[in-house]
């Protein structure tokens, strides 16, 4: 709930450009944080009777993705976004379904296919490869 707070709160702070989208940039963040906050307060509401915590092996995948989309953040800029998106999409893949060559399909194919939908479909300035290719 303190992190649902924060974000909203932190949302209040974006500025919008002049020419902006009519939503402005703070829709985004207020939908996610309002989301967040009504879960919190269902979970706190109507608490399950009997949870089921989750074994070790899943804590380790999770702790795994964690650490995937962490370094998928950081690989983002510095190898554009095809390389980074494929290897981190065909490692989550694998995740669900340990199937080396269908995994590494799944992150080829969800990288090219997110490329083109930010890039021409939403147009945004995205780098498909590493930003040296563009010097």
């Known amino acids: 709930m303190l992190i649902a ?9 974006l500025e919008s450009p002049f020419f902006a989208d009519p939503l402005g ?3 985004f963040p207020y939908i996610i944080s309002i989301a967040s906050i009504l879960c919190t ?3 706190l509401l ?10 070790f092996k899943t804590f380790k995948k999770l702790l ?5 989309l962490i370094f998928y953040a950081y690989s983002l800029k ?19 379904s340990p199937k080396i060559v269908s995994s590494m399909g799944t992150g080829f194919s969800l990288s090219i296919a997110l490329f083109f939908i930010f890039k021409f ?11 040296f290719f563009y010097r």
């Open 46 to 55: 109507f608490p399950d009777r009997e949870p089921i915590w989750p074994d």
């Open 121 to 131: 479909g939403l147009g945004l300035s995205l780098f498909a490869l590493p930003t």
């Open 25 to 27: 940039p703070r829709t």
């Open 5 to 13: 707070l924060a974000f909203f709160a932190s949302a209040t702070m």
């Open 64 to 68: 795994l993705a964690l650490v995937v």
């Open 78 to 96: 510095p190898f554009g976004f095809l390389v980074p998106t494929a290897v981190a999409s065909s490692v989550l893949s694998f995740q669900i």
């Open 41 to 43: 307060l269902a979970l």
